[in-house]
């Protein structure tokens, strides 16, 4: 449905985006995750028509979108601050883009009431948006958002400014929407957990960059860079060199010791390498690295420990802080 | 141990030492008040109270005053009516112009248009008169050249020196409404299917209509009182209620009429001011202020941005520029010699200010005027301060007291000057041959303004700062001295240019109160345009000129003194 193809774009002279290219498909909740300044945001922004690339092209459905402006394109765009109409009362807000379209009274009224009732809002038309709650605003941007029947949906950070528990519930609703919908969506965030929670697909920038792109399981089994890997917070990374070995059997040592790899990649003698320890599946063959105990935080049926090099496993049984324990971890070779 | 205790022990022998000078804190409120409010009942209620004396008088309300009086207010909303139109149709443009966007001299060009405010009311009056008046650069070259005749009307010169004046209110609100307009509403309206011009009637003009009301009805205000530019560039003939105040006062000796106009003035602009609170402090929208402004990206951004920054630059400097232009240039006919017009370069009208001639429309040498200005102005400065102080000091902590004083103090603000003087007149007449009554008249005018200074500095001084102080072994007095004086110093001296520059300024009181003998520089500047020939014209432009740069000084030292919590009129 969309497809970008090789995208740049420069900010003051520096290069915000490099050859981004990717495609959403049909139905599809594709989430850009990234930290702030990662590039996300312009590149959802560019989506919306809202600025232009310097090079490369937006498709969708394989039509150019270079001379579509935002107006005509048909993305409903929600923004982590809502971006009510203050002046507008919340049917009047939902019913916004209906008028922009000259549809006919009769099915503004008709498409603004199901598009509130979609988000739970019913009850809610002539409520003054500013006298909403931060939840009840966001509802209201989605419900107007979903109105115009949009043909793809960008979220730019949309959950940002809730609290957590208000963040879970409206996510969990957001993806039944979605799902029941079938609006392809692209929804933008820095949290790792949101991303997982809604996407079908994930794709993680840094720099300007595509550094992976996949499920959500396969991209956290397989982080496949160090940036990935601490970014979602999969183990701990750190430093080894080659000692010996072939393809598929790989001795490397390290400051926890020296372990046996079995990676798919080519290594010569000698060679630096970044290593994961992450917490091993229960069928996984685990290597053991003994340290201090520095931290123990309870969640909900299991223990997560964390170590003074800053390891960390999940345990059934906790052991005490201070003290020296050995650890079974699961060790990967990154590069 | 017995060194600490030691310390407690002076600590309470100084607590004792100042419970004796401390007093109730209601004795020291009264104590701050008495003279302001004194001061307040003597020259500006009582003489309201005279005013509204008279108007009920059988006098006031006559056949033959009511149908002038009926033509007077007609006309004042007629004229500030069409002004007010202009001004938005100049200030609106303008405002997008600086809200959206980046270019260079932009904070030039800003501080430009904002100058005229700031400039005495003569000032500007005179400078438009050097333009396109009668005796104007423009219409002296054109009959020099023998080129087709452009002469504007009165009435068009005075909609233009409002436009002047209040262009800038229109770019400070509706500018600061629109810059503070969350980008992202406009893009969602686009998203949602609005647009470029749906985007603006849709979602950007109602968010700013509150400001645009705002700035309309506060420009409004400032043309229905406007005195000095319609009487010197008008003349009698454009009987505002201000200049029929001024005529029926001075020339017709009809007081009761002219304080039946002061009256219906007074309700008028008291009217006004309260839709304008009521309208500031109800519609406004929260916004989130972000920045939106980037360079002219397409062509017709490019257009705009250009053709704008031209029109302003031309509308604000010319005028500005004009003046002292046309006070160190000759283009008059000779003396006996009508169809010879002679021009250069002069400093004559620079130097006629300092000759005392017979015959001539003073008594003194008219650079005397700028003597008693400045006489003037410096005792201003002190009675105001003087006044101003311990009022704003009982404001910056306000008990319920303050809040009933409050917008007393703030009347004389919403009167116009002309009243005040008729005040002053009505009340004060067999005093009318002392010069002392001007500092009185022009404090009042000057006082809100000081006190509106003052009262955010001395309330910006955290209590915890002075007791961190004395807990560090600080006096009272020396609290005074190290920590009040300091932070106050700024605020008092923007105070006292404030009030230099009221002072200097004045014309509208001072024209009914000033005597003959002791002229001010606005007064000298209207006898000046007032009187035929070029010599007098001339040295109306150097005074005027004169009169530009002290005030352009002091704004530019209130600038540069302004404390940035000092709060906008």
């Known amino acids: 449905m969309l497809e970008l193809h090789h995208i740049f774009k420069t900010y003051e002279g520096k290069p915000l985006l490099t050859d981004i290219s990717f495609t959403v498909n049909a139905g599809e909740t594709l989430c850009l995750l990234g930290a702030s300044g990662s590039g996300k945001s312009t590149l959802l922004r560019m989506i919306a028509g809202l600025e232009t690339p310097d090079s490369g092209s937006i498709l969708f459905n394989g039509m150019d979108l270079a001379s579509t402006p935002p107006h005509l394109r048909d993305f409903g765009l929600v923004f982590q601050d809502y971006s009510l109409f203050p002046h507008l009362n919340v049917n009047e807000n939902v019913a916004f883009?209906?008028?922009?379209?000259?549809?006919?009274?009769?099915?503004?009224?008709?498409?603004?009431a199901r598009s509130l009732k979609l988000v739970n809002l019913q009850g809610f038309e002539r409520r003054r948006v500013t006298d909403l709650s931060g939840g009840e605003q966001q509802r209201v941007a989605l419900a107007r958002a979903l109105a115009i029947r949009p043909r793809l949906l960008l979220f730019d950070e949309p959950l940002g400014a809730l609290d957590k528990k208000l963040k879970d519930g409206l996510l969990e609703e957001l993806r039944t929407i979605l799902h029941r919908t079938q609006i392809p969506a692209i929804y933008v965030t820095h949290d790792q957990e949101e991303a997982f929670a809604i996407a079908d697909r994930i794709l993680i920038l840094h720099e300007g960059h595509i550094l992976r792109k996949g499920t959500p399981a396969e991209v956290w089994a397989n982080p496949q860079s160090v940036y990935a890997a601490e970014f979602l917070g999969v183990g701990k990374v750190f430093d080894g060199v080659v000692m010996d070995g072939q393809n598929g059997n790989w001795k490397v040592s390290s400051e926890f010791g020296i372990f046996a790899l079995d990676c798919g990649h080519e290594h010569s003698r000698g060679e630096k390498v970044h290593l994961l320890a992450r917490p091993p599946k229960v069928q996984d063959e685990a290597n053991v690295i003994s340290s201090m105990v520095t931290d123990v935080i309870f969640q909900h049926d299991r223990y997560k420990v964390t170590f003074d090099n800053g390891l960390f496993v999940y345990l059934d049984e906790p052991p005490k802080i201070g003290e020296q324990f050995a650890a079974r971890v699961r060790v990967e070779c990154l590069s | 141990m017995p060194h600490a205790l030691n310390h407690r022990d002076t600590e309470t022998q100084r607590k004792n030492r100042f419970s004796v000078l401390s007093v109730s804190p209601w004795l020291k409120r009264i104590a701050l008040w008495v003279l302001p409010l004194a001061f307040l009942a003597v020259f500006f209620f009582f003489p309201l109270s005279r005013i509204l004396a008279f108007t009920l008088s059988p006098e006031a309300i006559t056949a033959k005053n009511l149908p002038i009086t009926a033509s007077a207010l007609l006309f004042t909303f007629y004229q500030a009516f069409l002004s007010t139109l202009l001004t938005l149709l100049l200030g609106f443009p303008s405002a997008v112009l600086f809200a959206r966007f980046d270019f260079r001299g932009k904070s030039l060009l800003r501080a430009l248009t904002a100058v005229p405010f700031m400039l005495p009311t003569v000032v500007v009056a005179a400078a438009f008169n050097s333009l396109l008046g009668q005796r104007g650069l423009l219409n002296t070259l054109i009959t020099n050249y023998q080129l087709p005749t452009f002469t504007p009307s009165p009435f068009t010169l005075i909609l233009l020196a409002h436009v002047f004046y209040n262009t800038t209110i229109v770019i400070r609100i509706?500018?600061?409404?629109?810059?503070?307009?969350?980008?992202?509403?406009?893009q969602t309206a686009r998203s949602l299917g609005a647009d470029s011009l749906r985007v603006w009637t849709n979602v950007t003009l109602p968010l700013l209509r509150p400001s645009l009301l705002a700035a309309s009805l506060l420009v409004f205000l400032f043309d229905f009182t406007s005195f000095g530019v319609i009487l010197l560039?008008?003349?009698?003939?454009?009987?505002?209620?201000?200049?029929?105040?001024?005529?029926?006062?001075?020339k017709f000796l009809n007081l009761p009429l002219a304080a039946l106009l002061s009256t219906l003035q007074l309700l008028c602009t008291l009217i006004f001011s309260t839709l304008y609170s009521y309208l500031v402090t109800r519609n406004s929208y929260p916004l989130a202020p972000r920045s939106t402004q980037h360079p002219p990206r397409t062509f017709q951004q490019k257009l705009f941005v250009s053709t704008f920054c031209l029109l302003l630059s031309a509308f604000f400097l010319a005028p500005l520029a004009s003046l002292p232009a046309r006070s160190l240039f000759r283009l008059e006919a000779d003396r006996g010699q009508r169809a010879q017009i002679q021009y250069g370069f002069t400093a004559d009208y620079y130097t006629e200010l300092f000759i005392n001639r017979r015959g001539s429309i003073f008594y003194v040498p008219p650079i005397r005027a700028a003597f008693n200005s400045l006489a003037y102005a410096s005792a201003t400065v002190i009675l105001s301060l003087l006044l101003g102080f311990p009022a704003a000091f009982a404001l910056a902590k306000p008990t319920r007291l303050e809040k009933i004083l409050d917008p007393l103090i703030m009347l004389p603000l919403g009167s116009s000057a002309v009243m005040?003087?008729?005040?002053?007149?009505?009340?004060?007449?067999?005093?009318?041959?002392?010069?002392?009554?001007?500092?009185?008249?022009?404090?009042?005018?000057?006082l809100p303004f000081v006190i509106r200074t003052l009262q955010p500095a001395i309330a910006s001084i955290p209590d915890h700062l002075r007791q961190a102080a004395s807990s560090l072994g600080a006096s009272p007095l020396e609290v005074w001295k190290h920590i009040d004086l300091p932070i106050l110093r700024r605020a008092a001296l923007t105070a006292a240019t404030f009030s230099f520059t009221v002072s200097l300024g004045e014309f509208g009181a001072t024209l009914l109160i000033a005597r003959p003998e002791y002229p001010t520089i606005p007064v000298a500047i209207e006898r000046f345009l007032s009187?035929?020939?070029?010599?007098?014209?001339?040295?109306a432009m150097a005074m005027a000129t004169l009169l530009m740069l002290i005030t352009t000084a002091s704004i530019l030292l209130i600038e540069k003194f302004r404390p940035p919590s000092a709060g906008d009129f």
């Not at chain 2, 509706?174 to 406009?186: I, K, N, V, Y």
């Not at chain 2, 001007?438 to 005018?445: D, K």
């Open chain 2, 174 to 186: 509706a500018g600061t409404a629109l810059s503070s307009l969350d980008p992202q509403l406009e």
């Open chain 2, 420 to 446: 005040l003087g008729l005040g002053f007149i009505i009340t004060y007449g067999k005093w009318l041959t002392s010069p002392l009554l001007v500092p009185f008249a022009h404090t009042l005018v000057a």
């Open chain 2, 531 to 539: 009187q035929p020939g070029g010599l007098n014209y001339g040295q």
């Open chain 2, 233 to 250: 560039l008008g003349g009698s003939q454009f009987a505002t209620l201000e200049v029929e105040i001024y005529l029926q006062a001075v």
């Open chain 1, 97 to 112: 883009g209906l008028k922009m379209r000259r549809l006919p009274p009769q099915e503004i009224t008709e498409r603004a």
